[in-house]
């Protein structure tokens, strides 16, 4: 409590009369100057008092009640402060200033790291005083390693509040790092890496190592370690504070994991931020795709949409219009037809294709026997080929009669007999819809069984079979095998037995997703890794690691190994399997590339940092927070590295003008915040006074007249 004193003014008649008053005073007091009356100056000190005891002076009295002022304490909970005993020793802190003056109030406010964008103590400081009045916030206290992401130089607007006079007032803040001293750190930075590249081509990084803190320099140096999918360890001279280009070889397609690790530094806070993990997708280069139609066909205007709309795919295509054999009388000189290549597209180029396509293809003595076997062998040492077969794969000299039909995955009696022409709608057997490449396609049952398409249209024609082996996909009516996919030593073979895909593209019967599934076939033969019917995969989903085995079988390993970057297996048991997968976690926080295998795959994954800019710079260090801190005129203070023996300066609140940090305190300024809880007022002149005045000076003013 206090009382507080002023002059304030109440005058007894209405101020333009007050002031009309004092004109005639002063008009009257120089005439009588300049007519040399005497007693002039007493009759102005007279009219004076008697216009000052009519303005009404009056002394206001003013009980005033004095507020705490309050101080905000940012402790920092972001995750660089789980290196070490940093935590600790900030809980410890906050604790400590508990011991604070009656007249300060603190308020702890805990910070987290902006996801993705580091700790943002300055961020915090202007949202947790937003609510404090200006005149009751006396400045803030920072608990921190020092690692802020928003430091600034110059005064936030929330240390510098306007006073009642109108000025800025500048506010300390006052800085506790959690350590002893200056830290050093050493940190692996990924300064370009592609997210693709071509297989069998080289990935091109950019990596630079910094060294940072006290006795550190560049030029330091070190061995930096790369694996590539987790494979024998690959040591690369490099030197610190520099950029280093490293070139490793991308070997096949889709995801490769390449680990970088830099040489420790000997006493550094943490080794977390000196490894990491890049992610590079291998891709074909122009995949090429030889497709050969054989009378034309409804069928060939949707591959050649579907394969040139394919900005990766070379499409080379040939329709066979006149066989060699047909004698049709039409001179030689008036045949405009490029004669097929064969030699050049089956003997000396076949194996620079990724897929041969061959649509109601009809051998007709078009390739000799050397040639069918070259697509044989072009098949079994790794190439992939997709037969779509009509009434022409039933005649004398079919595909299937040649070596081609070695590797084919069935067989079709010859003759009409084998040719179905009946109203049908395609079918997904079990099998398919548990394959990647007709699982989940547009209209497919979702239930069990044999279910019938859906909203698919029907088809009018297939061929029936004596034989198959491979997976039945799709079956025709009397579940008569449609679709068959078969791997053949290292390559693929796909059979469509029946040429009326087509029909689905016209929208017949509503249709159904023609180009999708040619599009998924065409993969699967070109050995996409997410259309493999048996995979393995294994993904991070923030701390856990994910991992689902897929299978077009009935039947799944029981259990997947999983090794850690350290070397550590943990066997993992899998549900039996409801859909053809069986998925499986587990929780993984360990830096670096797991291994997971079913004893058949072997798959990569590696765990992402959840806040990059967070684990950069990992030192304790107080180059961020010091040009802030001189500014604000606080104090830096160096906690120590054991939560049980910190030293905390004392909180204290001095009178404006005094140094806010010495050695063992931390103060703040005292603004001076209350609220009245009463006033009084009293006449400054009592009218007894002024007329005990009056009847003085009058009579001597009269007296000098008189005399002089």
């Not at 996909?473 to 009326?500: E, F, I, K, T, W």
């Not at 009245?676 to 001597?700: F, H, K, R, Y």
Request: hydrophobic residues 40%; charged residues 20%; negative net charge.
């Amino acid at each position: 409590m206090g009382s507080y004193g002023s002059l304030i003014f109440s005058p007894l008649i209405p101020l333009p009369a007050l002031i009309f008053l004092g004109v005639v005073c002063v008009a009257l007091t120089i005439a009588g100057f300049f007519v040399r009356l005497r007693g002039g100056i007493i009759r102005l000190i007279v009219s004076a008092i008697l216009l000052a005891w009519l303005s009404g002076p009056r002394l206001l009295k003013e009980q005033h009640h004095g507020l705490p002022q309050t101080a905000l304490v940012l402790v920092d909970d972001s995750p660089s402060m789980s290196l070490r005993s940093r935590s600790e020793i900030a809980r410890a802190a906050a604790t400590a200033l508990g011991t604070h003056p009656d007249n300060l109030l603190l308020r702890v406010v805990p910070v987290r790291s902006s996801h993705g964008h580091g700790t943002r103590l300055m961020e915090a400081l202007d949202q947790a005083g937003a609510d404090i009045p200006p005149g009751q916030f006396a400045g803030a206290v920072m608990i921190t390693d020092g690692q802020v992401a928003d430091a600034v130089t110059r005064l936030p607007e929330r240390l510098q509040p306007h006073d009642k006079d109108g000025h800025r007032t500048v506010l300390p803040l006052h800085v506790l790092l959690t350590a002893k001293g200056e830290e050093t750190d050493r940190r692996l930075r990924i300064l370009q890496a592609p997210p693709y590249t071509v297989t069998g081509h080289p990935a091109a990084l950019r990596v630079q190592v910094d060294d940072s803190g006290p006795g550190t320099a560049a030029g330091t140096p070190l061995t930096l370690t790369v694996r590539e999918d987790g494979g024998e360890p690959v040591e690369i001279p490099v030197k610190t504070g520099a950029p280093q280009d490293i070139s490793l070889p991308v070997t096949h397609p889709g995801e490769t994991l390449i680990s970088l690790s830099a040489q420790p530094l000997p006493g550094e806070v943490s080794t977390i931020n000196n490894q990491d993990v890049v992610s590079v997708t291998g891709v074909r280069d122009r995949l090429k795709v030889l497709l050969v139609s054989g009378a034309p066909n409804q069928g060939e205007r949707v591959w050649r949409r579907l394969l040139k709309a394919d900005p990766s795919v070379d499409l080379v295509h040939f329709t066979i219009l006149r066989p060699p054999g047909k004698d049709d009388g039409t001179p030689l000189s008036e045949l405009a037809l490029i004669p097929f290549p064969v030699r050049e597209l089956f003997h000396d180029k076949i194996r620079q294709f990724d897929l041969i396509i061959l649509d109601g293809f009809e051998n007709d003595h078009i390739l000799p026997t050397l040639y069918m076997q070259n697509i044989a062998r072009y098949v079994q040492e790794g190439g992939g080929l997709f037969l779509i077969a009509g009434p022409e794969f039933t005649g004398p000299g079919s595909l299937q009669d040649s070596p081609v039909g070695d590797v084919l995955p069935a067989r079709v009696a010859p003759g009409n007999d084998s040719i179905v022409i009946r109203r049908f709608r395609p079918e997904l057997t079990p099998e398919g819809r548990r394959h990647p490449v007709t699982s989940g396609l547009s209209g497919a049952p979702a239930g069990g069984g044999t279910a019938r398409g859906g909203e698919w249209g029907p088809w009018y024609r297939y061929l029936h079979t004596e034989s198959s082996e491979g997976d039945v996909l799709m079956n025709a009516a009397d579940n008569s095998p449609l679709l068959l996919l078969n791997h053949v030593r290292q390559g693929r073979v796909a059979l469509l037995l029946s040429d009326q895909i087509w029909l689905w593209s016209r929208g017949e019967d509503g249709g159904g997703p023609q180009a999708e599934l040619l599009r998924r076939i065409s993969h699967w033969l070109m050995k996409e890794p997410d259309l493999e019917e048996n995979r393995l995969e294994a993904r991070f989903v923030q701390d856990d690691l994910r991992i689902t085995l897929h299978s077009a079988r009935d039947t799944l390993p029981s259990a997947v190994v999983v090794t850690a970057p350290d070397g550590k297996e943990t066997r993992l048991p899998l549900a039996a399997p409801s859909t053809g997968s069986a998925s499986v976690h587990m929780a993984a926080t360990e830096p670096g590339i797991w291994v997971v295998s079913d004893g058949v795959h072997r798959v990569f994954a590696a765990p992402g940092q959840n806040d990059p800019a967070e684990f950069g710079e990992l030192q304790a260090t107080a180059a961020k927070l010091r040009p802030v801190v001189q500014a604000s005129g606080g104090s830096i203070t160096w906690l120590g590295d054991n939560p049980a023996s910190i030293s905390v300066p004392a909180m204290a609140v001095v009178s404006p003008g005094q140094s806010l940090s010495s050695a063992g305190r931390s103060a703040f300024p005292e603004r001076g915040a209350h609220i009245t809880t009463g006033s009084s007022s009293t006449p400054l002149l009592p009218s007894w006074l002024i007329l005990l005045l009056v009847l003085i000076l009058l009579p001597v003013a009269w007296w000098r007249e008189e005399r002089f």
